[in-house]
């Protein structure tokens, strides 16, 4: 199997890998100024190229990126979300941001379910973080709802370095004591 195989379903949601189909939407997304706030700010359509062009990169070279996320009922792309562990992260990372008009409807977390479970039973990861602007309240609540809490402080690399943010995580066994039924 490929990484271009790669697929998750949830009831409501499709997670694979980053396609140029999605180019529009995500573009779209990241000219957002609230949906891209705490996530470097907006960016012109050539910079959501070069983005999936970087996902569509970490996954045939690393087997790891985020996935776009669509709605299942329109096939409409809703934003990006998964496992990420790029150079001189603050570590193994599942992310998330999605475009302005799926938020409200419980997708984030979701596709996040979706993606910690590929990261903690597909990719083997010995626990998960979350890197999370302190002021971007929307992502504190999704990383608790999953059950994360905040692990340290941290500044982002190169070329973000003066970013700090709050680190939130998890362990595989955290995570699996929590989905597990008892």
Same mark, same amino acid.
């Given at each position: 199997? $490929? $990484?271009?195989? %790669?697929?998750?379903? $949830? ?26 706030? =705490? ?5 012109? /359509?050539?910079? @959501?190229?070069? @983005?999936?062009?970087?996902? @569509?990169?970490?996954?045939?070279? !690393?087997? %790891?990126?985020? =996935?776009? %996320?669509?709605? /299942? ?20 990372? #599942? ?9 409200? /409807? ?5 596709? @996040? ?6 990261? =903690?039973? #597909? ?25 994360? $809490? ?13 970013? #700090? ?5 998890? !362990?595989?066994? !955290? ?8």
């Amino acid at each position: 199997m $490929t $990484t271009r195989d %790669v697929r998750l379903e $949830t009831e409501r949601l499709i997670l694979r890998p980053p396609d140029l189909a999605d180019l529009e939407r995500w573009a779209d997304m990241m000219s957002d100024p609230d949906a891209m706030r =705490f996530i470097g700010g907006v960016a012109p /359509k050539p910079l @959501a190229w070069r @983005a999936i062009m970087q996902m @569509a990169g970490a996954w045939s070279l !690393t087997g %790891v990126a985020m =996935f776009s %996320v669509l709605e /299942k009922s329109s096939g409409r792309w809703i934003g990006r979300v998964g496992p990420w562990e790029p150079f001189g992260w603050p570590g193994a990372e #599942v992310g998330w941001a999605l475009h302005r008009d799926a938020w409200g /409807k419980g997708y984030a977390y979701e596709a @996040a379910v979706a993606a910690m479970d590929y990261a =903690f039973g #597909v990719l083997d990861w010995p626990s998960v973080i979350h890197c999370i602007n302190p002021l971007n309240e929307p992502s504190r609540a999704l990383a608790r709802r999953l059950g994360s $809490t905040i692990q340290r402080q941290s500044n982002m690399p190169a070329p973000i370095e003066h970013e #700090v943010v709050d680190v939130w995580g998890q !362990t595989r066994d !955290t995570w699996r004591a929590r989905r597990t039924p008892g």
